[in-house]
């Protein structure tokens, strides 16, 4: 299966985690043993105990692997160089339980980048969810939040969920649909 790995992992620390589908933080402890079963876009998912369980990059090392770095961007980058790095680090994002980014999913409506004036900048986006009723739709508005925020001379970082137009498998990319047998 694409990016899944049920590579057996026992954390070494604990760690902040997010029970799927349900998007309820909790904490692992030290020693507790499961696997990883995706590892996309800098997150985890672990099974643990017939549970499946979100983990930020960020805590990478919980699990022995290396946390992700922050994007790097050009200097004197242009308002287009930093939007090409939001596009990349939103593709970083995706849904614990689909192996495939938000934007290609077609979950990012909007963004907009704007210069604040003193060489920092502002971004908005506008996403939906492949169900309106999806518990995970906080941790995703947050990961793509953590995703952007990390981008050097992003000052601002508003992410909004919004329901229109409801999202359908025609918004999804050709790639996409063809990862996920849709095509």
Known sequence: MFGHTNEPVTLIRDVSAVIIPAGESVTLREGTEGFITQALGGSFTIYVE???????????????????????????????????VIWEQLKTCYDPEIPVDIVNLGLVYRCELKPLGNGDRSVEVDMTLTAPGCGMGDVLV??????????????????ELVFDPPWNVGMMSDEARLQT???
């Open 50 to 84: 017939g549970n499946l369980f979100r983990i930020s990059g960020a805590d990478a090392d919980a699990l022995g692997k290396e946390p992700v770095a922050p994007p790097a961007i050009p200097d004197n980058a242009t308002d287009k160089d930093i939007e090409d």
């Open 142 to 159: 947050q990961d793509a939040r953590e995703k952007i925020a990390v981008i050097p001379t992003i000052a601002e970082v508003r992410v």
């Open 181 to 183: 047998g849709l095509m």
